[in-house]
Nanobody, 122 residues
Framework: VQLQASGGGLVQAGGSLRLSCAAS????????MGWFRQAPGKEREFVAV????????YYADSVKGRFTISRDNAKNTVYLQMNSLKPEDTAVYYC????????????????WGQGTQVTVSS
């Protein structure tokens, strides 16, 4: 599956952004989808994951209550709604597709989008 992330940008602290990740291929609904982020000089870290049906989601503690992951299998798209953004959320955000057993580790995911930059100013 090929992934294309979009929706990043510059926003003030407390603001909101919605990231989108469009997938190609007819098997999108069979994949677990995740969002990860990587700040300069840091390792890529888990943000959120959603099951193939959308019925199960899981979040990193740092974003819980502020970010919401969702998917529309009819549109082959996964979203990340980000509210109450903080400067420490600044990073390149990546979407990823993985098998049904994929969890929170980047190594669980085999397909990655190109990343979209999110910058939160204080």
């Amino acid at each position: 599956v090929q992934l294309q992330a979009s929706g990043g940008g510059l926003v003030q602290a407390g603001g909101s952004l919605r990231l989108s990740c469009a997938a190609s291929g007819r098997t999108f609904s069979s994949y677990v989808m995740g969002w990860f982020r990587q700040a300069p000089g840091k390792e890529r870290e888990f943000v959120a994951v959603i099951s193939w049906s959308g019925g199960s989601t899981y979040y990193a503690d740092s974003v819980k209550g502020r970010f919401t992951i969702s998917r529309d299998n009819a549109k082959n798209t996964v979203y990340l709604q980000m509210n109450s953004l903080k400067p420490e959320d600044t990073a390149v955000y990546y979407c990823a597709a993985g098998p049904p057993y994929a969890g929170m580790a980047p190594a669980d995911f085999g397909s990655w989008g190109q990343g979209t930059q999110v910058t939160v100013s204080s």
